[in-house]
């Protein structure tokens, strides 16, 4: 049984992580999307109520029916490297190839649906609520008056955007800004905003999780820190990632969150306040760990080795589908 | 209870449903997602472990507790009638209105996620074949081999897009086309392709299923129609859609692929033998119905209204992910 990973031909994290396989033995086949069709090839055949279907990379062939696991990594648009690159060529070929392995019995890091579900930033906050999780107040709004009251209400905010990175080539990720106290709003009514409570933070946690394991992992927020600075990613800080336990409330919840939302894999930040309490941020379903594993030593590549390379669970038919059936939203 | 409905301004199909709703006195709400934000705005507040979110259109202010369902009709992209559109702006409105509807406990006519797997062929194709409905010989392929090897077993072929609706704007549908008997196949390697043997039909069947209503409607080939004129979207046809009795095994077929595919609607194209068997072609989630009800005089519109009035299921929390919980693929 294969394991399959799809991401571009650039990517340490999955250097990694076949790294990891490799040290098992476990047979992987790693491919771009955008090199479909030319390098990559597939086939796939509907006869007498049966499905065969094979895909070809490197000259080497492989049954979708050998694949042990998919893992989504950050594959490149379907067709994008073909001398006629094309929307219609893209949509053709990203049909093909991901309607025949969403037919597969592979498990999936993570499947294409839930992936996309848990992008939207709304439902993560009403699911990470519903989970027990503490959410900080938060307003999405085009109204000015609306953000006005909340404003009123929580004199403290940070603005972030609704859906994560801004969609240029390469994505380019719109930090979290502290907002003025002088701030009018009257702009909201030109596009949804994201105001949230700022959360006074003495560390930022990263919270990773493969399947039933976490790797939690703390930053400490220097106590003369710029509270300006509240976007992690872009702070200036000299604090290493640090290994920490998880308060079991918090993993309590997040093992929720992941069973609803369907998710093998998710990336959760929190930021830790002057009581140690850890309040939700957000939940990224495609995290980088590189640079936790890093700093914190956490062996987080050899647990996404190890789930992928899992042997199929027990069942009649056990099928990715299955696997992140929903039992919420 | 309010019924939502997104789809444009200009919408027959639309129009006839609403017109059904108004004679019940249900409460609908109708807009474009192209006009927020603008003429339409959203607010959500997500403070203290609950969220609250309102939808405002023309002056009217919705609670989204209150949205009985959602239909997804014909929706334009958000915020795409701004007057700075960008596809920054499109995403953030998308996942903020998407975002919180999916919060809701509103039911879905698709529900999205369940809509975009249901448009993978390659994954329809697989999923009627596990229903037991027949299926033509399929082959999806960029290997010229197997495209010749598949004309050999089967030589009476069509040739179809794998994805559907060719992405221009309006979005143009390709014709489905029968294969010359001396195809070379040689071009299937810059781009998958899907070849079907001939289905040598003697009706066209369209299945419009509503919740669990079904209606089939079924035109008549002529005997000395065009074997050329595979299909019936551009087929010279003085026939008109005639309401049909459904056979029992294709309706137990039928339920278990939209039960399995978490859809609520589904319009199936079947095409039928000289035996009379129907031979699955595809199910379209968003299919239109308007014309078949004209002609075959069924109430689709009506069940298509009754479906988003119904009251919620009882239980504890009745909501749209669960109505689409995935049993299968």
Known sequence: MTVLILTCEQDVTADMVVAELDRGAVPVVRLDPADLPGPVALSGEYVRGTFRGHLSVGGRLVSMGGL??????????????????????????????????????????????????????????????RCGLPVPATLITTFPQAARDFADRFPDLVVKPV????????????????????????????????????????????????????????????????????????????????????????????RTYLREAGLAFGAFDFAEDAEGMWWFLECNQSGQFGFVQIESGQPIAAAVADWLAAPPPPGPRPNGARAWAMEGH
Chains 1, 2 share one sequence.
Not at 89 to 112: I, K, V
Not at 200 to 223: Q, S
């Open 163 to 254: 859906s994560g990175a801004h969609p240029q080539e390469p994505p380019r990720a719109v930090p979290t800004s502290r907002v003025a106290p002088d701030t009018d709003f009257a702009a909201v009514a030109f596009g949804p905003t994201l105001l949230q409570r700022r959360v006074v933070k003495r560390a930022d946690i990263r919270l990773t999780c493969v399947g039933e394991r976490m790797f939690a992992a703390r930053k400490t927020v220097a106590p003369d820190a710029d509270p300006d600075e509240v976007d992690v990613r872009f702070a200036t800080s000299s604090a290493l990632w640090q290994p920490v336990d998880t308060p079991s409330s918090v993993a309590a919840g997040v």
């Open 68 to 129: 042990r696991s998919v893992w989504i990594r950050r594959p490149g648009a379907a067709a994008s490297h073909a001398a006629e690159a094309s929307d219609w060529l893209t949509e053709e070929s990203a049909q093909a190839l991901y309607g025949m392995l969403r037919s597969t019995d592979a498990r999936w890091m993570n499947h294409p649906d839930a992936a996309r579900r848990a992008r939207h930033k709304p439902w993560q906050l009403s699911l990470a609520q």
